[in-house]
């Protein structure tokens, strides 16, 4: 059981550069969202999906792009990278239904944009 | 809208001591689940306790224990016989139940807690 397996792990980019962050669960988890981590600042929402076919914008969507077009894939994509899109990236999964289901990390993609 | 509150950015402990890592939260759900993460130097988020708002009782795991006061909207935890491998970030959480779980999680801006041999 693979769990939340984020892809890739480490990424260097250039301002104006586009790129994909691949997030992939098979626990076949309705919910799936994706968070940065900044110095300080915790983690905050990005985007989010409550199942195939259906996403909405968290705290920070501005410069990302999301889609579900499967129930275990939830791709975050930065059009057009900037240095303040620099981050950790977290995405994480859980079934819908109680507020207490256990919630699974990814183990973090570390992006810089230079 | 729903918001988290960790007043401690940095916290040091003595090994063997115990602490208290503060956390208050603010919604005007009644049913929500209140979440604590560890993230060590490595990078991962691991999840410690969890606690609903309907819980008559304080959640405890091992070392780990939720000090919940509801009327204080205060959901502190509080790590006894603290290790050196206690010595990380620590998060709290916070997701709104009215619509059966598919609210996100919000996140505090974490404390990070030094273990002290």
């Known amino acids: 059981n693979a769990g939340v397996t984020q892809t890739p792990k480490f990424q260097v980019l250039k301002t104006g550069q586009s790129m994909t962050l691949q997030c992939a669960q098979d626990m076949n988890h309705e919910y799936m969202s994706w968070y940065r981590q900044d110095p300080g600042m915790g983690l905050r929402l990005i985007h989010y999906?409550?199942?195939?076919?259906?996403?909405d914008q968290g705290e920070v969507p501005n410069g990302y792009n999301v889609s579900r077009s499967t129930t275990e894939d939830f791709p975050l994509r930065l059009l057009s990278a900037a240095p303040s899109q620099t981050s950790v990236y977290f995405c994480?999964?859980?079934?819908?239904?109680?507020?207490?289901?256990?919630?699974?990390f990814g183990e973090g993609s570390w992006l810089t944009v230079v | 809208a729903q918001k988290i509150t960790q007043t401690q950015p940095g916290m040091f402990v003595q090994e063997k001591e115990a602490v208290t890592l503060d956390c208050t939260y603010d919604t005007s759900d009644p049913s929500y689940g209140l979440f604590w993460y560890k993230q060590p130097s490595s990078g991962e988020m691991i999840f410690l306790i969890y606690?609903?708002?309907?819980?008559?009782q304080n959640a405890t795991e091992g070392r780990y224990s939720l000090n919940f006061q509801k009327a204080r909207k205060s959901a502190n935890l509080v790590i006894s016989a603290s290790q050196l491998g206690d010595s990380a970030m620590y998060f709290c959480a916070m997701r709104e139940g009215a619509r059966s779980g598919n609210t996100p999680l919000v996140f505090g801006k974490g404390t990070r807690l030094s273990v002290i041999a």
């Open positions: 606690q609903g708002s309907y819980d008559q």
């Open positions: 994480a999964s859980s079934p819908r239904g109680m507020v207490g289901n256990t919630i699974y």
């Open positions: 999906s409550v199942g195939a076919g259906i996403t």
